[in-house]
């Protein structure tokens, strides 16, 4: 029999700022049977320009920013649900977008940090966490070895610490591009346990077969009703879903070779053969396009003039989701400020080094 494997119920902002709505998924997580429930901890300006452009969801289209707005909710909101979750005999933990939120959740005491694979390269926010004495989950969707390098450089004295989530970030993300053989390897290459947080949409087949691969870790959203308000609900799983992917994990723990054939005949050698991949870290087909947009970069927060000197707060490490453009990456920060502009900026717009003047030519 192999070892238990850790499974979060991904709640996020399922809740949509109810708390009974957030007690309730809570309820759902432990009825079937997760292991920790996970949230967000959200402040639009942490994560979006204003501008960043709209989002559709069943209710309609609406501002992405402003639906980000209404999801930020006093630490009170999560001290509760921590200590619901404690009732149920969930262990939590949450994900922080940035300095703010991560001081919030630090005061919540979780059982483990979760840093979304967006912000696999907010080089400040890890930095950060890598001080803090809690575990840590990394996701590492749109993203290529080197930056996933990148990311656990701060966390290179506290491996025994840290895991490490394979996840293809697209939503729903496709099985058959999971490349899910790639997961011994990450193991091998970075030292540090592994996992996957799955997007897709069958509560079995990722699942299964990553725990058969050597995932440690599972983590998939869980919601109340599919056709709900919640940013992630049409791609999470209902509680009945969850219910059978934890089923079907637990029985891979106990007889893995059976749950391998049983997949094999419920959708094809060929199918399950793709789903696996060729164990090459590489981005995903679906996730090409969304390479350095969905990851963090550089964007101004306001319009500025030639010639004006670029201040901390003209500038932050964003998204660059949707309508905006993307700027350089988060490490050429210390770059930018101070710096004076050759060319007009227009606020969100992302902030690249062709925009500066030489460091230097201006007063201090």
Do not use: W
């Amino acid at each position: 029999m192999g070892k238990t494997t850790f499974i979060i119920a991904e709640i996020g902002t399922s809740h949509c700022a109810s708390l009974e709505k957030a007690k309730a998924l809570v309820d759902a997580a432990k009825k079937s049977g997760a292991s920790a429930v996970k949230f967000q901890i959200v402040y639009a300006d942490e994560i979006l320009h204003p501008k960043t452009g709209f989002v559709r969801l069943p209710t309609g289209n609406i501002p992405l920013y402003e639906r980000f707005k209404e999801l930020e909710v006093p630490l009170s909101f999560y001290e509760e649900l921590r200590a619901y979750s404690y009732e149920k005999g969930l262990l939590f933990g949450a994900s922080p977008f940035g300095l703010k939120s991560l001081e919030e959740l630090c005061r919540l005491n979780p059982d483990f940090i979760k840093i979304a694979s967006p912000e696999l390269n907010h080089y400040p926010l890890l930095e950060a966490v890598s001080k803090i004495n809690i575990p840590v989950i990394l996701s590492s969707g749109v993203s290529l070895l080197g930056d996933i390098e990148k990311a656990l450089f701060y966390f290179q004295d506290r491996k025994d610490t840290i895991s490490l989530l394979h996840c293809i970030t697209q939503y729903p993300a496709p099985e058959d591009e999971y490349n899910l053989s790639l997961l011994p390897s990450l193991k091998n290459i970075f030292g540090v346990k592994v996992g996957v947080s799955d997007h897709s949409l069958n509560p079995i087949l990722v699942p299964v077969l990553s725990y058969l691969q050597g995932a440690e870790i599972i983590e998939k959203h869980i919601c109340l009703d599919k056709t709900e308000e919640g940013l992630d609900d049409p791609v999470a799983l209902s509680p009945k879903e969850f219910k059978t992917m934890v089923d079907a994990i637990r029985m891979a723990e106990k007889a893995p070779k059976k749950m391998y054939k049983k997949c094999i005949k419920s959708y094809g050698k060929a199918y399950v053969k793709a789903v696996l991949g060729t164990g090459e870290k590489k981005l995903a087909a679906s996730e090409k396009a969304a390479y350095t947009k969905t990851n963090r970069s550089l964007h101004y927060m306001r319009d500025m003039e030639v010639g004006e000197i670029i201040q901390e707060k003209d500038i932050s490490i964003l998204r660059t989701e949707k309508i905006l453009t993307v700027g350089e990456s988060p490490e050429f920060l210390s770059l930018f400020v101070g710096s004076r502009l050759q060319t007009k900026v227009i606020s969100g717009e992302g902030a690249l080094v062709e925009h500066l003047i030489a460091k230097g030519n201006h007063e201090k």
